[in-house]
Nanobody, 116 residues
Framework: QVQVVESGGGLVQPGGSLRLSCAASGSVFTLNAVGWYRQAPGKERELVARFSSGTTTTYADSVKGRFTISRDNAKKTMYLHMNNLKPEDTAVYYC??????????WGHGTQVTVSS
């Protein structure tokens, strides 16, 4: 069984920073970090940042230049460094790991609230 756990969310003022962490564990041969997604109230889940082939990363236009995704493959952990946060970044943030093209795992999410 695979478990994925996000942490690091919270309340922050506009312009502030947060670092989200995501750790995966389980008895599978391969677990690859896919990326971070978020879902705001009344909206669909959307991509925030993800790893593409090799070392390439992809970011939503709304977070480019402010967010940075990183990972530690040996620890099955990934991070999302968020700077210059805006109220529109308020959402539940989810991370995703994949065992294969057909099998992926999500965490339960961590709430990020940006408000003064």
């Amino acid at each position: 069984q695979v478990q994925v756990v996000e942490s690091g969310g919270g309340l922050v003022q506009p312009g502030g920073s947060l670092r989200l962490s995501c750790a995966a564990s389980g008895s599978v041969f391969t677990l690859n970090a896919v990326g971070w997604y978020r879902q705001a109230p009344g909206k669909e889940r959307e991509l925030v940042a993800r790893f593409s082939s090799g070392t390439t990363t992809t970011y939503a236009d709304s977070v480019k230049g402010r967010f940075t995704i990183s990972r530690d493959n040996a620890k099955k952990t990934m991070y999302l460094h968020m700077n210059n946060l805006k109220p529109e970044d308020t959402a539940v943030y989810y991370c995703k790991f994949a065992e294969s093209l057909l099998t992926s795992y999500w965490g339960h999410g961590t709430q990020v609230t940006v408000s003064s």
